[in-house]
């Protein structure tokens, strides 16, 4: 460590406890002990390769009749083996969520362990899907027992302790000044662990135009790219990327908006509708160019991938359509840590009861600088689109409970849009409590022969400690998914291995209201959304999806 006399914090003794304990599990390095023996499955010195078949249906209703017809396409799928030297630079690094997920990785990294009032914790990965969640691969012949294996284990995964850290903020508070201002951390973790944040500065100056939100972020806004060209400030944020990504000797950089959310964009024809109209209303500083997509096209014009973890419309046409272009990765939007969460699996769980939801009231408080400024209604609007959609898909896939919409109706009317639960979201802001955000959530529901039910469900939770695992898992598949190619590979295709599409809808798990491939259903169900994650990860390794039908178990 350098000497440092400045208060920082950085002549600060080694930590005493460092090491006490041995790395907790979520954060061990075990390689890649994945090997899979199959005709499907072959492997290089770069790459596996693997052979799926992906099994469908087509559907056809004729005269109230289903006509059924399954479908089968043979996909290959290559993933590079080397994982990237990458980068995470967040916008919005010295916030919440920036500030706590840098201080957590650093912990892990350094094994850094602290006191609390139950004893000596350690750091570690959990909360986050790919470090601490397993799945199925198969049984064991000799004991006929289930084989589970942490996700990050099935292809090779960028460890969260190799990530470089780095991003902007419309705060030029330092690094462990803004864990300290965070106030999500413990005292002993915080006191050991800000020497190596004040080692890491402030954050680049940001991107910052008053009209996108709240007025009360104004006096936080003290590190700003100066002027009010939108196309130097995008020229700006290139040349960020590039010189982060030069000076750090990185393959990949994934840059990621954990910032304050924006108000929605209007979407204006001849301005933000397509890539050219983006690209000429940056270079007339059009009002309606947000600051988000602007670090969005950044991105896309570097060639490196970047995710919406907040609620606003980063992603208007004329970005999808550039992202399409340059076939550069994005992802998005909202995190999904605590609420939502839980609410896009409690609603499936009860249309798939046959239990119908007839409103759905959610209601909660925080005193973070998130709530502050959701505390404006514009902001608030945006937070409160991305928490409303999150049952619909549920609610469509069951015409038995509710009437679907009506072909023909008016456009807008309760008809087009089709029978649909009241749901209510309310979000207030109460400093006394900070990060500890309070959601409460009622379901009433109609029973058996008009009966019903009500269910009230009361959730406390920190919530940066929830959403910072979200930032890494987003991250690491982000730079995943830019390493595995597929190919057609039908008897009579001649195909070359090409990248996956733009729109990464396979991060959705992670996200309030997922961003798919324009024309296609949003899916909301927590328990689709995973699965689709698993099964694409495991058809990289030539094995089918998970399948729970056991037959084995069921026959003689």
Known sequence: MSSNTNGTGANTPASQLESVLPIHPTAARRGNPIIVQSDLTSYTNDHIISKFTNRGADVAVVEGQYIVTPTTKQYEFQTARKVAKTGLMMVGWGGNNGSTLTATILANRHN???????????????????????????????????????????????????????????????MDEAMKRAQVLPYDLQRQIAPYMAELGSPLPSIYYPDFIAANQEARADNVVPGTDKQAHLEHLRADIRR????????????????????????????????????????????????S????????????????????????????????????????????????????????????????????????????????????????????????????????????????????????????????????VVIKYVPAVGDSKRAIDEYYSEIFCGGRSTINIFNECEDSLLATPLILDLTILAELLTRVKYRDASPNSKAEFAP??????????????????????????????RNALETFLKACIGLEGSSDLLLETRIW
């Open 112 to 174: 850094i362990v602290w006191h609390t009032k139950n004893g000596i914790q350690q750091p570690n990965y959990i909360g986050s899907l790919l470090r601490a969640s397993t799945i199925r691969l198969g049984t064991d012949p000799s004991t006929g027992k289930d084989i589970y294996v942490p996700i990050s284990d099935v292809l090779p995964m960028v460890h969260p302790n190799d990530l470089v850290l780095g991003g902007w903020d419309i705060s030029g508070v330092r």
């Open 244 to 291: 982060f990504k030069e000076q750090n000797g990185l393959d990949r950089v994934i840059v990621f908006w954990t910032a304050n959310t924006e108000r929605y964009s209007d979407i204006i024809p001849g301005v933000n509708d397509t890539a050219d109209n983006l690209l000429n209303a940056i270079k007339t500083s059009h009002p309606e160019v947000s600051p």
């Open 293 to 424: 997509t602007l670090f969005a096209v950044a991105s896309i014009l570097e060639g490196e991938p970047f995710i919406n973890g907040a609620p606003q419309n980063t992603f208007v046409p004329g970005v999808i359509e550039l992202a399409e272009r340059t076939r550069s990765f994005i992802g998005g939007d909202d995190l999904k840590s605590g609420q939502t969460k839980l609410k896009s699996v409690f609603a499936e769980f009860l249309v798939n009861a046959g239990i119908k939801p007839l409103s759905i009231a959610s209601y909660n408080h925080l005193g973070n600088n998130d709530g502050h400024n959701l505390s404006a209604e514009p902001q608030f609007k945006s937070k409160e689109i991305s928490k409303s959609s999150v049952v619909d898909d549920m609610v469509a896939a069951n015409p038995l409970l509710y009437k679907p919409a009506q072909a023909g109706a008016p456009k807008g009317s309760k008809d087009a849009k089709g029978e649909h639960p009241d749901h209510i």
């Open 500 to 529: 996956l599409y733009p729109v990464l809808s396979l991060l959705s798990y992670m996200l309030k209201a997922p961003l798919v491939k324009p024309g296609t259903d949003v899916v909301n169900s927590l328990n689709r959304q």
